[in-house]
């Protein structure tokens, strides 16, 4: 597709329950890079691929995020036994050179 | 620790009349700063954007000021029009980057822009 592409737009989730949310990026993007953004503040980076390699993963916030980018495309963040905490927007961008473009969100809710 | 602070959660203006928002960054290492513009249920779109050799850059109706003694940005709408209301979010990049932009993000502005 034309734009970075996230799925599901919506997911409501029971505390305890794993998750797993997946990103298309732009076609020939390099760069991926997932945000978690908290109703009311700006988003906040998570991790970073270049092709399949994960470079940084220094802002995921425990070991029950875990971010995948088995082939280079495609990226999935699965969340673990999840916690009300981690309610929040997920923002996936790609990126070849310059500025990154971003996804439309996946919006968990977790109850 | 806010690296990138937007004080101003929102700011309303007159249809026509200038939109100021600023922004304002502790991390010396930031070089290039970056304006994304967000509506409901999307996702940030980029805005314009300025690196640190310059103190101004301009787009259409849209201008960055970069002052860096001062580490504060701000953007400019001039004129500005109801389709401009959304939330705009400040964003830096330090050097070591490289050619991947990893962004650290304000907390974002909503601007309103009554007809």
């Known amino acids: 597709g034309a734009g970075v592409s996230q799925s599901p737009r919506y997911k409501v989730a029971k505390r305890g329950q794993d998750v797993a949310l997946r990103c298309d990026p732009i076609?020939?993007?390099?760069?991926l890079f997932w945000y978690q953004q908290a109703l009311g503040q700006g988003p906040e980076f998570l991790t970073y691929f270049q092709n399949e390699a994960q470079l940084d993963k220094s802002g995921l916030p425990s070991d029950r995020f875990f971010a995948e980018r088995p082939e280079g495309s495609v990226s999935t963040l699965k969340i673990q036994r999840t916690q009300q905490e981690d309610s929040a927007v997920y923002l996936c961008a790609s990126s070849l050179v310059g500025e990154l473009f971003f996804g439309e969100g996946s919006r968990l809710t977790v109850l | 620790d806010q690296q990138v602070k937007q004080n101003s959660p929102s700011l309303s203006v007159q249809e026509g009349r200038i939109s100021i928002l600023n922004c304002d960054y502790t991390n010396s290492m930031f070089d290039y700063f970056l304006w994304y513009k967000k509506y409901p249920a999307e996702g940030p779109t980029f805005l314009i954007s300025?690196?640190?050799?310059?103190d101004k850059n301009e787009d259409g109706r849209f201008t960055v000021f970069l002052n860096k003694s001062a580490k504060h940005l701000s953007l400019h709408i001039v004129p500005s029009q109801p389709g401009d209301s959304a939330v705009y979010f400040c964003?830096?990049?330090?050097?070591?980057?490289?050619?991947?932009?990893?962004?650290?993000f304000g907390s974002g502005t909503q601007l309103t822009v009554l007809p």
């Open positions: 964003a830096a990049t330090p050097v070591s980057s490289g050619s991947a932009r990893q962004l650290t």
């Open positions: 076609s020939g993007h390099v760069s």
């Open positions: 300025i690196s640190s050799i310059k």
